[in-house]
């Protein structure tokens, strides 16, 4: 009888080594790259729509990008923006290129949605992660 562990043994020895590693940081940089990387093209896109909805809805709802440097006189403490900041960096890429040109990260919280587009801000990274990891299994052969 085979384990579970000798399955997981044999199937990941057939795949190149870094070709996980690889599919899980260029799907967190780049949504979905990962996945069409290692062919999933139809779970790739899908992926790639979603945090881009995500994210555009986001900005049209008012909600802002957190940075550990802002000037928030709301938060009482950096502590305060350390998990918002995580699940937006979340994004990869379109995080870094917002920062680089420093668009979304004033705060429109006169607007009624800016919470929304906030919240959206944050699952849309917080997916970007879970969609990143999953392509990682997929590479690593944990899973198809």
């Known amino acids: 009888m085979v384990s ?9 020895g057939q795949v190149q080594p ?3 590693w690889t599919a899980g940081v260029l799907g967190w940089f780049v949504p979905g790259a990962g996945h069409i990387m290692l062919g999933h093209w139809t779970r790739g896109l899908i992926i790639l729509a979603t945090v881009l ?8 709802f008012g909600g802002h990008l957190y940075s550990l440097s802002n000037a928030d006189p709301q938060a009482t ?3 305060l923006r350390f998990p918002p900041v995580i699940a937006n960096f979340g994004m990869g890429g379109i995080y870094v ?5 420093g668009l ?5 919280a006169s607007l009624p949605t800016s919470e929304y587009g ?8 917080l997916l970007n992660y879970l969609a990143a990891l999953d392509a990682f299994d997929i590479g690593i052969g944990r899973k198809q």
């Open 118 to 125: 906030n919240t959206f801000l944050w699952v849309a990274g």
């Open 104 to 108: 979304g990260f004033e705060s429109r």
């Open 18 to 20: 870094g070709t996980a």
């Open 77 to 79: 403490s950096p502590l």
């Open 4 to 12: 579970d562990s000798q399955v997981m043994d044999e199937k990941a």
């Open 97 to 101: 290129v917002c920062w680089m040109l």
């Open 53 to 60: 909805t995500m994210f555009a809805l986001g900005l049209v």
